[in-house]
């Protein structure tokens, strides 16, 4: 299709004919079959389209990499298999939802189990605590090791479930933009018990006023980095993502992280959606403010509906003109970004479970110095996953598949060939006084992704895992939209926009811009 005459005969406008156009473009999203261009087949992406298509819109999906998943990815070598990105996996039902929509079963496609054991946390101080999914048998064992009595947690694991209900609709799963968020019940609920939500005090402090033992409150700090924010600056109202793992389970893939990628793949075929692999949009095209369509290969694929799931930086440097650049968004501190080791690892540790912490001994002094964003702390919390412990075949028999991670800065132009080189050595180091065993003549290969690469390869501005950090009280407020009223026919979802990255709040992004278009 020629790119030229797709964009001048939509040109053809005048004020005379605005009130029409506007009647017109209502009269379409209520009650015909739209087409819809989406740009990025992350896990965002995915979801909205099988959200579209199954309400009969024509979707199809444009990829610049040759696999759909985006930041959920893998890679291989000799027997190994590894999750590159996400490990962690929360609120199996929003995945759920999509495969009800469509009329299937997730489990035909997706398996999965709820964990037993959360997190196995090891202490520099000899501790080791095993995280139990079940709440009760957790706080047996948060008793046995650190002191700490039950019923402390008991009211801590109350007290975030009542946060999370009170928010939850209101920051999670309703647009922003529409008035009627801040004038519905819910909103005027949690408003009237805002003091309940530890919004002015940040994540440490109020879980310095809950408990005693140091260790336990390390433990629900370390969950300020399940969306790469600090805990000793992000609002206590966070506390709230214990409650998703504590109260409502933790599950993982049978077959890997990587299987949610592919399983969403496959339902959206089967509802129709056309995807193209290695075919990156190379701009947004809008006329008078509404959306065109897009240009790949200097054609134009035209739609009523574009959808973007990339980077907003990406976004509005690369694919939009004639927008304005949202110069605030970028002016806004950025989640943390990650150096990881992707380890074959020649024995197995019985000692190690699916998710394992190897804890810094000065939690505080490792977020001040990751705050300075120029350095990486001496000795970081080492995240440990092996989902070799799950899928049998992601390792042969006798070895491991460590993914072994720290939380770093974002890309600031750092010199991360040296950092890597000290880090590495300093987990090494940390893993070796812990587990007891050398472990670097045990290492038979090694992968290493850093904030350049994982900027490189997930298109992530700055390498941040999640978009913006939430480390201030009005992060939530302040996300992009997914939807900017004076653009027609142009949604945003994904990580770096309303209500934040992760798996589950990407899903939910899906599921505002399909009631938004609805
Ligand atoms: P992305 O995954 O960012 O995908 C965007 C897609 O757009 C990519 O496939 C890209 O190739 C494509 N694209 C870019 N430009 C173009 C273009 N011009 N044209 C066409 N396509 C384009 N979340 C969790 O919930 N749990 C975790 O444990 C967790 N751990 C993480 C660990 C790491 C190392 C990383 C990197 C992330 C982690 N996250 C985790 C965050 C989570 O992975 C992301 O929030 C989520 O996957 C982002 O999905 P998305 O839909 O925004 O799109």
Known sequence: MNAKLGVSATLKYDKKHKFIRNLLFHYERLFMKLSVNIVGAGIAGLATSIRLASRGHHVTVFEKSDRPGGKLDFLQWQGFRWDTGPSLFALPDMVEELYVLAGEEMKTSIRYEKLDVLTRYFYEDGNVLNAFGDPDHFMEEVENVFGEPAHRIQQYFEKNKKIYELTSDVFIFSNF?????????????????????????????????????????QLFDRYATYNGSDPYRAPGTLN?????????????????????????????????????????????VMARKVTQGVVVEGGIYPSDVVISDIDLFYLYRDLLEDVSFPVKQ????????????????????????????????????????LSHKREVYEDPTVYLFVSSKKVWNDAPEGQENWYVMVNVPEN???????????????????????????????????????????????????????????????AAFSRHPNFIKKYKGLYFVGGSVHPGGGIPLCLASAKIVDQLIK
């Open 240 to 284: 709230v993502i214990s409650h998703l793992e504590h109260n409502l389970g933790a599950y993982f893939p049978e077959k890997g992280m990587y299987a949610l990628a592919t399983g969403l793949k496959e339902l959206a075929d089967k509802m129709g959606v056309i995807f193209h692999f290695n075919q990156p949009v190379e701009k947004i």
């Open 330 to 369: 970028f002016k806004k501190e950025r989640s943390t970004s990650a150096l990881i080791f992707y380890w074959a690892i020649d024995k197995d540790f019985p000692q190690l479970d699916l998710h394992n912490i190897l804890f810094s001994a000065n939690y505080r002094e490792e977020f001040r110095v």
């Open 177 to 217: 933009l529409r008035m009627g968020t801040f004038i519905s019940q819910k909103f005027i609920n949690a408003l009237l018990q805002i003091w309940k939500l530890d919004s002015m005090v940040t994540m440490h402090e109020a879980n310095v006023k809950r408990f005693e033992s140091k260790q336990l409150i």
């Open 412 to 474: 600031l132009g750092q010199d991360w060939d040296a950092l890597i080189e000290q880090t590495r050595s300093n987990i090494i180091k940390k893993i070796d006084r812990m587990l007891g065993v050398k472990i670097e003549p045990l290492i038979l290969k090694e992968f290493v992704a850093d904030p350049r690469s994982i900027e490189a390869n997930t298109f992530s501005h700055r390498g941040a895992l999640y978009g913006n950090s939430s480390n201030s009280r009005v």
